[in-house]
């Protein structure tokens, strides 16, 4: 072509979702397998998750709202995960505690979400808090959890292709959440358990 003048075009028009306290509830928890992160100038290979959420907030087509946020994938006392979880449920993650991920989804919370911009000067909804419910949020069913790994393998095809930039490995955690199992208190044959001595029939894990 003759004119290499090239624009650069705003992309789309997405819209974050709205800042304040919001009644969610957990929709996905994505396994991202190991993510290129840098930290004070050193890289490394990082697992990191990927947790859903659904409010009760609208976009202005009336469809529902989402918003989420990345962690690594470490309940070591001092991570981010284990003081979001802890504050979720409205108790600390103890010492020797193990917490299956997928039981999150399905269970409701309390966020706080503010608008920052990121290096391009994009505004995104950031999850600033969270905090156990103060009632429990029904999913609206339109989020698809298959369609959510697909954009990601997408991104990971792009970044491996690029020169430069962050990587993310494979990961065989990258599918959609099973069909939620027996709730608490019911085995699958149908017959009473004991719940856990932890288990928060508010939060739901």
């Not at 990121?118 to 808090?129: E, H």
Request: proline share 10%.
């Amino acid at each position: 072509m003759n004119n290499l003048t090239l624009t650069c075009k705003e992309g789309g028009d997405f819209k974050p979702h709205p800042e304040g306290i919001h009644p969610a509830i957990c929709v996905d928890v994505m396994d991202l397998g190991l993510v290129e992160t840098e930290f004070q100038g050193v890289k490394k290979m990082v697992n990191k998750v990927k947790i859903t959420f659904e409010s009760e907030a609208k976009t202005e087509d009336g469809k529902p709202c989402s918003v989420s946020k990345n962690f690594s994938a470490s309940l070591h006392a001092k991570s981010n995960l284990a003081a979001f979880l802890g504050k979720w449920r409205g108790r600390p993650v103890a010492p020797g505690e193990s917490i299956d991920l997928q039981k999150l989804i399905g269970a409701s919370c309390t966020l706080v979400i503010s608008h920052q911009k990121n290096l391009a000067g994009k505004t995104y909804a950031s999850i600033d808090a969270v905090s156990k419910p103060t009632r429990k949020v029904t999913p609206s069913g339109t989020y698809d959890p298959a369609a959510a790994r697909q954009r990601f393998a997408d991104w990971k095809a792009k970044q491996a292709a690029a020169p430069t930039g962050a990587t993310a490995r494979p990961s065989p955690g990258l599918r959609p959440p099973s069909p939620a199992p027996a709730s608490e208190g019911q085995s699958k044959s149908g017959a009473a358990t004991t719940p856990p001595p932890d288990f928060d029939p508010e939060v739901g894990f």
